[in-house]
Each structure stands twice: as structure tokens, then as C-alpha cells.
């Protein structure tokens, strides 16, 4: 029995969802990197910036070639690149709503009462 479509969506989004793993697709979206070059623009350690490539790699998200002993990452579709273009351009429009909401909710507050004189 085959899995809802809902569920692998779900899925994919759960890939998504760790800041390593998002960051790295950033840089990949730019070009391709060398794992080395890559811990300097992630700033984590080598073993998890290898952990999180993998999960990326078994989502079929990235690609990985070898090049004598350096490993180099690329995206396996230009199409992730757009879904975080896309995803940036979401939470602009989000995080624009909750600007103007919190500047209708200042403006609509009372102002505070002078205490009364002792």
C-alpha cells in the first residue's frame, strides 16, 4: 500500500526542516561547493554538516561527485532553488502582515493614565 501524497509532502517538508539543511541548500542554490568550503559558511562541525548532507542526499535533494579526495555538492534540481526563492518571498509577505498589525495595534492603544497625585 502506497503512502497518501499528503504524507511524502509532509516528509519532504520535515527535510526541510533543520537550519543546516536549509542553509546548505542556500549555498548550493549559488553553485556548486566543496564539503570543506561549506563548514565556514554553515559554522558547524564537519561530522554534522556531513550528517545533515547526507539526509539531503537520501531526499534526493542534492547531488554529490568526487574529485580525488574532495567531495563536491550540488542541487539535484534547479527547482529547490526556486522553493526557497518562493518560501523567502512567503514569509516577506508574512512577516510584512504581522508589521502592520503591530502598527494597527500601537496605534489603537490607549494612552497610559498620569497616576493621581498622593
Partial sequence: MSRPLYQVKADFFKTLGHPVRVRVLELLSQREYAV??????????????????????????????????????????PRVAELLTVARRILTEVLSGQVELLADLQAAAPSPRPSPPS
Fill in 36 to 77: 570543506g568550503e561549506m563548514l565556514p559558511e554553515v559554522g558547524v562541525e564537519a561530522a554534522s554538516l556531513s550528517q545533515q548532507l547526507a539526509v539531503l542526499r537520501r531526499a534526493g535533494l542534492v547531488s554529490s561527485r568526487k574529485a580525488g579526495s574532495t567531495v563536491y555538492y550540488a542541487l539535484a534540481s
